[in-house]
């Protein structure tokens, strides 16, 4: 299972602090059962496209019981208290691939 978030941070988001938040997200497989791997970037794509989303963050599940474990997990209202204040926007997938 995928967990797919496109951000859009406010302005006022410095580089540490994305620095920061992305150092948390990568620590999850580590302290949640059921994340194989995290990954966090910023756009780069030259087509124009993003609508003003600048970074992806793609979290791979060993299925969707471990997701749906995560949702309510203590680990990731910890990530959400440091997350959320900082995000003007998100996009949410969830997706198995093909």
């Known amino acids: 299972m995928r967990h797919l978030l496109l951000v859009r941070f406010k302005p006022e988001v410095t580089a540490e602090q994305l620095d920061a938040l992305f150092a948390h997200f990568r620590r999850l497989p580590a302290d949640i059962p059921g994340i194989v791997s995290v990954e966090c970037g910023a756009n780069e794509s030259p087509e124009g496209l ?9 979290m791979t599940f060993v ?36």
């Open 63 to 98: 299925d969707s019981a471990a997701r749906d474990a995560y949702l309510p997990h203590p680990g990731h209202e910890n990530l959400k208290a440091v997350f959320v204040p900082l995000v003007a926007d998100i996009i949410v997938i969830d997706y198995r691939p093909a």
């Open 50 to 58: 993003e609508k003003g989303f600048t970074h992806a963050i793609l």
